[in-house]
């Protein structure tokens, strides 16, 4: 399926939060297996599957999370995005298939408005922009064999931790400009701001 590939990107699944595990048993999980498996099976060069906040959302909300953090969902929903992390983490232990796994925020075209989503929600916008240039560096980051990424824009309040990694190397100046670094303990974490000039 994925022969000659550089790169495979995996965005589909129930997204759901409220969704029955019927609903999500056959593209969150057996869905993310076959893409895994598939992509491993023909040496791509790097996989980048889409996790979530969700597979850390029973830290408690006062707690920042990190791209390092182990996850503890707090649904189902969740549960299967954890399942995505721990396939990337299995596929770059044992093929030469390098994995970034997207904890990917409240993605919406507009910043979302306090009185129409949870606070939670706001404190994890991710812009489309934003989600663009997230999953182009994804792609395109060298030297790392296994990343888990926070992926939000840089909102005022931020449910994820982005500041962490200030010390660590850098990126090329084109992505430096929007903030994505590369930490030595390789977590990458995504700080654009929706309102960067590109």
Not at 175 to 191: A, E, K, P, W, Y
Request: charge should be neutral.
């Amino acid at each position: 399926m994925f022969q000659d590939a550089d790169a495979v990107v995996h965005l589909a699944a129930v997204p759901d939060p409220a969704a029955s595990w019927d609903r999500l048993l056959p593209p969150n999980v057996i869905g993310a297996y076959h893409v895994a498996q598939a992509a491993a099976d023909v040496g791509v060069r790097r996989l980048v599957l889409a996790s979530s906040l969700h597979a850390v959302s029973a830290v408690p909300e006062t707690t920042q999370v990190r791209g390092d953090d182990a996850p503890r969902p707090g649904n189902l929903y969740g549960a299967t995005k954890a399942w995505a992390e721990a396939l990337g983490a299995w596929v770059a232990a044992t093929t030469s298939t390098t994995v970034v796994a997207l904890r990917i925020g409240y993605f919406a075209i507009e910043p979302p408005d306090l009185e129409q989503v949870a606070k939670r929600d706001l404190t994890a916008w991710l812009s489309p922009r934003d989600a663009a240039e997230l999953v182009r560096a994804a792609v395109e980051s060298e030297g790392l064999t296994f990343v888990v990424a926070n992926g939000i824009s840089a909102n005022r309040f931020r449910r994820a931790d982005l500041e962490s990694d200030r010390t660590a190397p850098r990126l090329p100046p084109a992505r430096r400009r929007l903030g994505l670094r590369l930490t030595s303990c390789g977590v990458v974490n995504f700080t654009a701001s929706a309102n960067v000039e590109s």
